[in-house]
């Protein structure tokens, strides 16, 4: 990830485009946890994005946007359950994260309800327990409904499966229950069921979950109740909606209600009137955190009073009178014994550390991410030292720094990739700025990235070739037989040399399928130039910039040869400059089309490749237009129309626009205020005109 730039430093233009890429961020993080049980961010992650918005939409009130994450939290329910309209919102707790943001909670508290020095304040402390939240209809002491928290407005309806847990009364026991209420608590799971419940998976060849939470959620979530039933689930009931009479004065009260009721509730709340003895049971709690048999990530704390909780009321998504005190990532203490290099689907090499196993936070570790060289250097780290690492949530460990120096050699990312040895690069962008990442120029050669490239070269956007989708794709490598695009149009061959049977007695195929799949490959053994460019999947050279490619030069020998010349010569060359030159296109692309045909494994690759198949050039589009087929330039100001609007009238027209003056330009149209380019037109000879003749030359003067 980027450094982001401190919120104080925005300006209101980069604050809302911000705020936009953190709403989207937020939406996806929230989809992956909710909706799908898989986490792809760590919860630290996901907190900095949330204070982020937070941060910035506290500076900036006027551009909140109307789908604020700020106003939303959850998913809306996923399909397959019936939707559940909570009786009042599931809310969301605020976040402190030291001691400081505990007091303020505490001031704000004092000063929202106008208390006097000698005033105390009670507040409870209780874990915060790391599960899915539930909240539970009661009508006449009868479990009615039980419902997940969705998006917090409406949920999911799982009643059939909350009520085969145990922890969850069917009836109320006791007395004093109002007629109705909402009893509201978090699903978990033991870490003894969860591993036993994974090692069942894992024998089972079913996927494992990623940690107890997910567990937990995934467990209830089954559509078919005997799974559920099947899943050593629990509840802690610690909050309550929508009570049609009162029933405590006090939270402390209310808990102890709940399990005169039949619930199970944590048997670790305290409770204390100052932040000091808040901070104690935090800290009492997070030393206990490892050997709890349960997941949770913080402590809750809660004001006692139920007359203050309703005056203190509540913050867009969260109430004023709780806060989740978050615990910090768990650390530990390691020795770094190397550092081994992951290439990953699309070609980025990731550095990870290679550590003595050692236990953080209950669950052993032998490896943590580096990132990328920048955070090498950055850490110091070098093979052999002892470092510092961090367990955040269930993602991969992270090096957090170096305690002892090993005496070793620094490390050098290496410059080939180690998969399949071809030139790893760091990209250059437009702005000078190097990317942080390393990438494997390799692509279809690269077997770490083989399937995903292969998939998009016979994909609707490359080659467009039927019935050979991902799956197929993945089988005919698994098997060997396709190992690289050209390989695709050996296939027979490839897999009689394989000593495999014909393709028509394999699995899934019989003889009109594959001789339709044999047929589709042979009917794209000409392809158009576009189609084919974007097949490589060179990075930056997408669907858009191919056609660009292909409009501008029309034959693809002509193109390529460029391509190779301006690889040989460099950025200086006339080669380079025709490629930059073309409209939409920058350096990013042209870099990295460089990059690619430098790789000698891919010079072999597309020598097999064209030996199989031809690249049909672009036709011309078909005009009528006198520039039709011509290549011009815009420059100085226009005052009929924009300059983008300019090029789109001209490209339409099948004339070629260009962003720099060569020999080859055939017009050069100049506005007031022309300057280098109207003077190197004039040296070359170029045709100039005004936009008033340009206008006539195409009939719309
Ligand atoms: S009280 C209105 N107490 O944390 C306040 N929540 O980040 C309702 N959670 O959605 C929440 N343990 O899923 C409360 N002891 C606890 C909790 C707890 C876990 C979860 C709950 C909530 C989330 C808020």
């Not at 808990?255 to 100052?274: K, Y």
């Not at 993602?395 to 620094?410: E, F, H, K, M, S």
């Not at 998969?419 to 770490?448: F, N, Y």
Request: charged share 25%.
């Amino acid at each position: 990830m980027n450094k982001p730039v401190p919120v104080e430093t925005l300006t209101p233009i980069k604050a809302e485009a911000e705020l936009a890429r953190l709403a989207e961020a937020i939406r996806e993080a929230d989809e992956a946890y909710y909706r799908n049980d898989a986490p792809e961010i760590t919860d630290a992650e996901y907190d900095a994005l949330r204070q982020r918005n937070l941060a910035i939409e506290a500076r900036f009130p006027e551009l909140k946007r109307e789908d604020s994450p700020t106003e939303r939290f959850g998913s809306g329910p996923s399909e397959g359950f019936a939707k559940a309209t909570h009786a009042a919102p599931m809310l969301s707790l605020d976040n402190a994260f030291t001691s400081e943001d505990v007091s303020d909670f505490v001031g704000r508290i004092r000063r929202f309800l106008g208390l006097a020095e000698t005033d105390e304040v009670q507040i409870t402390a209780e874990p915060k327990i790391d599960g899915l939240s539930l909240s539970l209809s009661y009508e006449k002491g009868k479990l009615i409904r039980a419902a997940t928290r969705g998006d917090g407005q409406v949920g999911e309806d799982v009643t059939a499966n909350a009520r085969t847990l145990g922890d969850i009364p069917h009836r109320l026991k006791g007395a004093g229950w109002p007629d109705s209420i909402e009893v509201r608590g978090e699903v978990y799971m033991s870490h003894a069921d969860f591993a036993a419940l994974n090692a069942r998976e894992a024998k089972a060849g079913r996927k494992i979950f990623a940690n107890p939470r997910n567990a937990a959620a995934g467990s209830l979530r089954q559509l078919d109740v005997e799974i559920t039933k099947s899943r050593p689930l629990k509840f802690f009931a610690y909050a309550w909606a929508a009570a049609s009479a009162p029933f405590a004065e006090t939270q402390t009260g209310a808990i102890a209600q709940f399990a005169d009721w039949g619930f199970e509730v944590n048997p670790l709340m305290t409770r204390s009137h100052t932040v000091d003895g808040l901070i104690a049971a935090y800290r009492d709690l997070e030393s206990r955190r490892a050997s709890l048999g349960y997941d949770i990530d913080g402590v809750v704390y809660k004001v006692d009073r139920l007359d203050w909780q309703q005056r203190l009321g509540f913050v867009s998504r969260a109430p004023r009178w709780a806060i989740a005190h978050k615990f910090p990532a768990e650390k530990a203490t390691t020795l770094l014994e190397g550092i081994d290099i992951q290439v990953g689907r699309t070609g980025s090499l990731t550095p990870v550390a290679r550590l003595a196993p050692v236990t953080v936070g209950g669950v052993v570790v032998s490896n943590a991410t580096l990132h990328n060289e920048d955070e090498i250097a950055r850490l110091g780290v070098k093979i052999g030292d002892t470092v510092e690492i961090q367990r955040a949530g269930d993602v991969i460990p992270q090096v957090l720094r170096v305690v002892t120096d090993g005496g070793g050699a620094p490390f050098h990312m290496p410059d080939h990739c180690p998969i399949c040895g071809s030139a790893a690069v760091r990209e250059v962008d437009e702005k000078g700025e190097e990317d942080v990442r390393r990438r494997c120029t390799g692509g279809l050669v690269c077997p770490a990235q083989a399937v995903e490239r292969l998939r998009h070269f016979v994909s609707r956007k490359g080659l467009d070739i039927d019935g050979l989708g991902a799956r197929q794709v993945q089988l005919f490598y698994e098997k060997g037989v396709v190992h690289a695009p050209q390989d695709i149009f050996r296939l027979e061959k490839r897999i009689a040399d394989a000593g495999l049977p014909p393709l028509a007695e394999w699995d899934g195929f019989g003889p009109a399928s594959a001789t339709k799949l044999i047929a589709a490959i042979d009917a794209r053994r000409n392809v158009p130039f576009a189609r084919f460019l974007n097949g490589l999947g060179i990075r930056h050279v997408g669907q858009t910039t191919s056609q660009q490619f292909a409009r501008n030069f029309l034959s693809w020998d002509l193109f390529w040869s460029t391509v190779t010349k301006a690889a040989a010569e460099g950025p200086e060359s006339d080669a380079y400059a025709q490629l930059m030159g073309i409209d939409g296109i920058g350096g990013a692309a042209v870099g990295s089309l460089c990059n690619f045909v430098a790789e000698p494994h891919n010079d072999e690759m597309m020598s097999a490749l064209l030996s199989e198949i031809s690249v049909v050039d672009e036709v011309a589009a078909a005009s009528d237009s006198p520039v039709a087929g011509k290549t011009v330039v815009f420059t100085g100001t226009l005052e009929k129309m924009t300059r983008d609007e300019a090029k789109a009238r001209a490209s339409a027209l099948g004339a070629k626009v260009s962003g720099s003056i060569s020999a080859r330009t055939d017009i050069l149209i100049a506005g007031p205020g022309a300057g280098s380019k109207l003077t190197k037109a004039e040296a070359l000879g170029v045709k100039t005109l005004t936009e008033e003749e340009w206008l006539a030359l195409i009939g719309e003067a």
